[in-house]
């Protein structure tokens, strides 16, 4: 699985699959692609598309329930999860129709160019110019581009850390907050490598093997900061970066290097919170549904506060 024409052959015969499950009826869906969870958040969405170097970048725009203060909405980019290789957008609607009415935000859910197809660094370079344009462009697409923060779980939180280190290394856009939801951090150390605290993680090592070979088929290029900000090769100061709110899971092989990355955020002065997801593993909010509740309302409670207009500066409330 770790030779790179082995893994991408792997990853487009996953990428199928998924397409397959996710074009079903949606009572015939597998879970993690259903739409009817947290029905009290309803889907008031539009569609866009992204012009970027990469590729036209598909998003979808959850819009909050009601503009409480008579101005356009703050802002939160989403990017979902599934290995760099994995077509999940969907499976992040609940997240974005929560967060879009909890935090009373715009939630754009970004559907971003995927390994074997397209392999590092085109992604975390796409999610920058995506993140870019959102903030330019919000005076003509209705949200207020100057309140942003940026997101993701999995993959998803690794290409969100990512775009936080190129606004720092490039002046801007100016990232109110970056969410780091069970995010994979560092890419130069093998999932195998990874220990977990149960006999039977989600993450498997054949899925590494998979995913990195397709994403990343270079070895060398894994310790790159945009790919591996938690490995010990990266060494830039981080002053400046996005405040972070990194959230783990107690079973989850990639835990520790997120833990590694809080603590060199804290160092930096940027690490808002790091919460543990107790008794939970990698992707643990496909299926416990009142767990993912709490800890989106967590995710909302920070994303509000920190793009709220009427602070001159972020200011973070005691969990």
Known sequence: MARPVVAAFA????????????GRPEEKRPEAFRLDRF???PRHTRELVVPTSVAPARVVVYLPTADEAGQAPAVHVNFHGG????????????FCRFVAAEAQ??????????APRHKFPAPPRQAFEVVLWIAQ????????????????????????????????EQGGPAIALQVLHYAVLDLATELGDKPSAVSKSMLKPWMGAVYNGAYIPDRRA???????PANAAD???????????VITAEYDRLKTEAGRYAERLRKAGALIDLHDVRGADHGYDVKHYETARDIYALIAR?????TASETSGPTWPTE
């Open 302 to 306: 920070h994303v509000r506060r920190a």
């Open 39 to 41: 029905p009290e958040f």
């Open 235 to 245: 060494v830039a100061d981080l002053a400046g970066i996005a405040p972070a709110l």
């Open 137 to 168: 462009h919000g005076a003509e697409q209705g949200w207020d581009g100057s309140r942003l923060s940026v997101g993701g779980q999995s993959a998803g939180g690794s290409l969100a850390a990512a775009v936080a280190r190129q606004a720092l």
């Open 83 to 94: 290995g760099f290789v994995m077509p999940l957008t969907e499976m992040d609607d609940w």
């Open 105 to 114: 935000v715009a939630a754009i859910n970004v559907d971003y160019a995927l």
């Open 11 to 22: 990853a487009r015969a996953m990428q199928r699959l998924v397409l397959r499950a996710a």
């Open 222 to 228: 894994r310790t790159d900061r945009l790919a591996s």
